[in-house]
């Protein structure tokens, strides 16, 4: 059997950050959850002989993510969740990742709010000039 792609799922990574734009937001750290999946190509070398140097280091983009969100100040949710998924897709194995931020009691009666961004290296590649065209006619317009 020829394994060709892994995922690796990090789940409920709870952490604390500056997240917000409202005075009380800014100065009182609050509570948010992690999770994110990364697809990547698998050298094959990683199952069949075990070899750690092949692997994707899930336990490096964690402290990674964790220095990020603890030294981090964000306005928004989005830059937040942007920033952790740009260290889940740094590696150049990485074929897809998905991050979901929670936020939780950020409304009074919800659990939470989320964000979720994802990353398709083959979009990226053939679709760059295409996303460029049209963010630049959505500030045109504006």
């Known amino acids: 059997m020829k394994i060709t792609s892994a995922t ?3 789940s409920n990574l709870r952490l604390r950050t ?4 409202n005075d009380e937001e800014r100065e009182k750290q609050q509570d948010i959850v992690i999770n994110a ?3 990547h190509c698998l050298d094959p070398q990683v199952v069949e002989a075990d070899q750690v140097d092949a692997a994707l280091n899930y336990k490096t983009i964690t ?3 964790i220095k990020l969100v603890e030294d981090g100040r ?3 949710l989005e830059k937040l ?4 998924l740009a260290i889940c897709a740094e590696d150049a194995s990485v074929m897809k990742a998905t991050v979901r931020i929670d936020k939780p009691h950020a409304l009074r009666f919800a659990d939470s709010v989320s964000v979720t961004l994802s990353y398709d290296a083959a979009v990226d590649a053939a679709g760059e000039k295409e996303h460029e065209h049209t963010l ?3 500030s045109q317009a504006s």
Not at 18 to 21: A, D, E, K, V, W
Not at 81 to 84: K, L, S
């Open 37 to 39: 999946e990364i697809q």
């Open 63 to 65: 402290k990674q993510i």
């Open 74 to 76: 964000f306005l928004l």
């Open 18 to 21: 500056f997240i917000g734009f």
């Open 8 to 10: 690796i799922s990090i």
């Open 136 to 138: 630049r006619s959505i």
């Open 81 to 84: 969740t942007h920033e952790v």
